[in-house]
């Protein structure tokens, strides 16, 4: 193994000694040794531009199995196969005419498209369901890890089941460093937050089911169809509205940290209400004030550098002795609605 040159990083962790992980730069050598402990049924952490993901071979069932455990995730919970070409995803799903639109227009991309599934992809990667989630990473190094696999990657967020989803190598180690020998070091994610889910596999019901980096309205205007028909508000998720599924990425309470949370409307000013001293206060936008118990997740009032602050704030926050942390929702307006979305997960109880 290449280690002295290659490994930035390598340790034992304290909470597990004798289980090392390796950070690895996204150098060609780096990312053959990779792709082949890939082709062997490991588990490897990778970047994405949404946030890091923990992959595995998605047509290996013991491969993916690895997945399930590391995470201490339910196999009731689908993964997505993330790919490296549309031919690649087409030899795993049946495309439709508004799947094509969709995957011209925006993959490479934060677009997951649930379509009907081909007989090759594993009932562990579905959970059993007869249709599979897949996307085509923008990322280039996750994208030459796949290319250099040849094998289509199985991979939820990089992170212990129910808590918030990674965005930096440190978070992945932070949470799952004493679970996985493998992280491919892809630096910060640019977007955030996870990727737009939008079920494809019956035309006439188009939704989407997990509001993501790609607005409704970006994708209304692919497909000629108003974006309120795609909303979540017009189909509630019930058993019978996931073809059986209740996915927990779709629960009520995910993205969730230890700590209380408590929101508020956006546009709240928290200058006058900041006066707990055990209590933190994240204003969606810088505000005048501040004392050291307030935090912003933009400068200026953008909802796309929201997006990109959102997890390593909440992770931040999570990690000091803060009784409760209170925020100001986004508006509702782009990447806004995600944010709201993972901030309501992230609040309930
Ligand atoms: O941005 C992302 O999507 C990241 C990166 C790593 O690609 N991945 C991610 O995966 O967020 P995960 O596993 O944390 O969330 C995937 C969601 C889950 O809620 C799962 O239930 C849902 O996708 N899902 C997967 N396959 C499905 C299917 N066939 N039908 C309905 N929902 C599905
Ligand atoms: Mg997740």
Request: hydrophobic content about 40%.
């Amino acid at each position: 193994m290449p280690e002295e040159n290659n490994t930035l990083s390598r340790q034992e962790t304290p909470a597990n000694p004798g289980v090392s992980f390796s950070v690895l730069s996204p150098s060609s050598e780096n990312i053959q040794l990779l792709s082949n402990c890939l082709r062997n049924g490991e588990i490897v952490a990778v970047p994405t531009e949404t946030v890091y993901g923990l992959a595995a071979n998605a047509l290996d069932p013991a491969a993916c199995e690895r997945i399930f455990e590391a995470k201490g995730r339910p196999h009731a919970d689908p993964l997505i196969v993330h790919v490296s070409s549309i031919e690649q995803a087409k030899d795993l799903a049946h495309f439709n005419e508004k799947a094509e639109l969709l995957a011209a227009a925006f993959w490479p991309g934060a677009l997951t498209l649930i379509l009907p599934k081909k007989s090759c992809v594993p009932d562990i990667v579905t959970a059993s369901l007869n249709t599979v989630a897949i996307r085509l990473p923008g990322h280039p190094a996750f994208r030459k890890l796949i290319e250099a696999c040849q094998i289509p990657l199985a991979a939820p967020s990089a992170n212990p089941f129910g808590y918030v989803s990674p965005t930096s190598v440190e978070h992945v180690t932070n949470s799952l460093g004493d679970r996985i020998h493998w992280i491919l070091d892809g630096g910060p994610c640019e977007i955030g937050i996870e990727s737009t889910i939008i079920d494809l596999s019956n035309q006439e019901n188009i939704r989407i089911l997990r509001p993501g980096g790609i607005s409704p309205e970006a994708i209304g205007e692919v497909l000629s169809i108003n974006p309120a028909s795609l909303s979540l508000d017009r189909h509630l998720i019930t058993p019978s509205a996931t073809g059986g599924l209740i996915a927990p990425g779709l629960l009520e309470r995910h993205y969730s940290p230890n700590t209380l949370i408590q929101l508020h409307p956006h546009g709240t000013c928290f200058a006058e209400h900041s006066n707990n001293p055990t209590h933190a206060y994240v204003s969606f936008k810088k505000q005048a004030t501040l004392s050291d118990n307030c935090f912003s997740l933009s400068d200026d009032g953008s909802t796309k550098q929201a997006a990109s602050r959102l997890f390593e704030m909440l992770r931040s926050l999570d990690h000091q002795p803060w009784s409760r942390i209170h925020i100001e929702k986004a508006p509702d307006t782009d990447i806004g609605i995600a944010i709201n979305d993972r901030l309501q997960r992230a609040a309930s109880r």
